[in-house]
């Protein structure tokens, strides 16, 4: 089942298909389970729970846990603090008091019922002092980030997820470009951002204690945690960070392909044929990058390896700091992470999104340029068959590529469908292009039994 599809042409021996090593939580979560060696396994505290649906163990883990574990805390009392730090990180994600203009919170930007992405189109959105300013990335989902490992620029996986001898690359790390590994690390960025929230320590401290549930941060955290707002601006972030660890909320694997896989539903022959496309190595071949079957060990599909991988994605001329013919968003080497500046390998890549609920979205790519899944599918499938359609021409030429300077176009990935030039046939016709959104649309959490269409197949 695991397909290993070597990629030398980026000049990093990359293989595809590694699975969830999952970062910042599996380690707490062996801590905790060692709390109590009866208790239900750190697979199912992973996400990885065999039963897949919703049955998955509610076992959050976080630094809190960890911390509160450690500090000689009955297991129950474990619970209890996760429990309150979940209750307030919520609050928090939802408060626009926290931000400099008072009116973003990160909600705002990550819809809960866009599956934690944009509820808007636009390719950026908007924040800052004045809710006018942008940034240069599209917003991304939040859910199934619990498996995403921590930045490597050499990753193995383990042993019984493939083969731990290979190289696969670069991979792992939150944001498009994966540099940071702590959902409490990302939070500050948001928070502190002059195009985003556009807060300080002090202003997020003073909304805290101005808000409804001080009272219940203060018992969280200690009578005197305002008193410091350093200490109040690292409590905010832990709170985030253990929210976002919530199962239910962000990684409850109900989708149609869930029910699917544990032989709950069916696809219809259009989901069906798309599945097939997205798995076939000489049609879509998504799947050599977006893993759609379950780990060796049963957990699971993430429909991401978590790779950072160059893929050429046109250049978005709306976005502001595109007015600049010098500035490229560069992913890995920068500017937006500068520790791996001057390193030209790690140019124009960015991290392997999941496809869980991404027809939820409304903007895809690291710079939002597209804004439907017919025209993602279609870049897979034509980009070098019709380059045409998706570059600017001039005098007759084609600018491929146009959003990385040519000196980096050897970490282009050049595995199928991205293997063609003009004049050869796309990798995917018109029909199978909507088969393979049609599967795409199976992947949304929140699927019911019973909405299945006739003309369905049952799962092998
Ligand atoms: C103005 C819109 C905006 C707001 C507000 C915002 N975010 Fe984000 N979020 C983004 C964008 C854009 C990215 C991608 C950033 C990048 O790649 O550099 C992102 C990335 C993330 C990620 C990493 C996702 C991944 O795939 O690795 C997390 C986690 C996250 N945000 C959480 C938060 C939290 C928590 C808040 C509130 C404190 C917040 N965001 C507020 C726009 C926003
Ligand atoms: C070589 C690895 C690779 C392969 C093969 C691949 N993808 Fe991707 N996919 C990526 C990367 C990397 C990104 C992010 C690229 C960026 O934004 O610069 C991405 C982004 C996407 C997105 C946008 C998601 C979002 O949240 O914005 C969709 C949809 C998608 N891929 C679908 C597919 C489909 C369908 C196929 C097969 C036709 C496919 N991918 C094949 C690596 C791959």
């Given at each position: 089942m695991a397909r290993v599809d070597a990629r030398r042409d980026a000049g990093l021996a990359t293989t595809r298909v590694r699975q969830a090593t999952a970062f910042a939580l599996a380690a707490m979560t062996l801590t905790l389970a060692a709390c109590d060696a009866g208790a239900p396994g750190t697979a199912a505290a992973a996400g990885t729970g065999a039963g897949v649906a919703a049955s998955a163990t509610p076992v959050a883990a976080s630094a809190v846990q960890v911390a509160a574990h450690e500090a000689g805390q009955s297991?129950?009392?474990?619970?209890?603090?996760?429990?309150?730090?979940?209750?307030?990180?919520?609050?928090?994600?939802?408060?626009?008091?926290?931000?400099?203009?008072?009116?973003?919170?990160?909600?705002?930007?990550?819809?809960?019922?866009?599956?934690?992405?944009?509820?808007?189109?636009?390719?950026?959105?908007?924040?800052?002092?004045?809710?006018?300013?942008?940034?240069?990335?599209?917003?991304?989902?939040l859910k199934y980030l619990q498996s995403v490992p921590a930045f490597a620029e050499h990753y193995h996986e383990s042993d019984d997820e493939g083969d731990e001898s290979v190289d696969a690359g670069p991979t792992g790390g939150l944001t498009w470009d994966g540099r940071v590994d702590r959902g409490g690390d990302q939070a500050r960025i948001p928070l502190l951002s002059s195009f985003e929230m556009g807060s300080t320590p002090a202003k997020v401290t003073a909304a805290v204690k101005a808000a409804p549930y001080a009272d219940a941060f203060r018992a969280a955290f200690g009578a005197h945690i305002f008193d410091s707002d350093d200490a109040t601006f690292k409590a905010v972030l832990q709170a985030l960070e253990t929210f976002e660890q919530t199962p239910e909320t962000f990684y409850p694997y109900t989708s149609k392909y869930d029910a699917y896989l544990a032989g709950k539903a069916q696809l219809t022959q259009a989901e069906l044929r798309g599945l097939q496309l997205f798995n076939d190595e000489k049609k879509?071949?998504?799947?050599?990058?977006?893993?759609?079957?379950?780990?060796?060990?049963?957990?699971?599909?993430?429909?991401?390896?978590?790779?950072?991988?160059?893929?050429?994605?046109?250049?978005?001329?709306?976005?502001?700091?595109?007015?600049d013919p010098r500035f490229y968003d560069l992913g890995a080497c920068g500017p937006e992470r500068t520790d791996l500046k001057g390193r030209a390998e790690f140019c124009g890549i960015f991290r392997t999104p999941t496809l869980r609920n991404v027809a939820l979205k409304k903007s895809f790519f690291h710079n939002g340029i597209y804004h439907s899944l017919d025209q993602v599918v279609r870049f897979y499938a034509e980009r070098d068959t019709n380059p045409e359609k998706f570059y600017p021409v001039t005098k007759g030429k084609v600018r491929k590529f146009d959003d990385l300077p040519q000196q980096y176009w050897a970490n282009l990935n050049t595995d199928p469908p991205f293997d063609r030039k003009p004049g050869d046939k796309p990798a995917l016709d018109e029909a199978e292009i909507k088969d393979v959104v049609a599967f795409l649309n199976t992947l949304t959490d929140g699927y019911k039994a019973g909405s299945g269409a006739a003309d369905s197949v049952a799962a092998k």
């Open positions: 297991r129950a009392q474990v619970y209890e603090s996760v429990r309150q730090m979940t209750a307030l990180g919520k609050q928090l994600f939802f408060d626009a008091s926290l931000s400099g203009s008072g009116k973003l919170a990160c909600a705002s930007c990550h819809s809960p019922d866009h599956g934690f992405s944009p509820a808007n189109a636009l390719s950026v959105q908007l924040g800052g002092s004045d809710m006018h300013r942008t940034g240069m990335r599209a917003a991304p989902t879509g071949n998504c799947a050599s990058c977006h893993i759609s079957q379950r780990t060796l060990d049963g957990a699971p599909p993430q429909f991401s390896d978590f790779g950072l991988i160059a893929i050429g994605v046109p250049r978005n001329r709306a976005l502001s700091v595109n007015r």
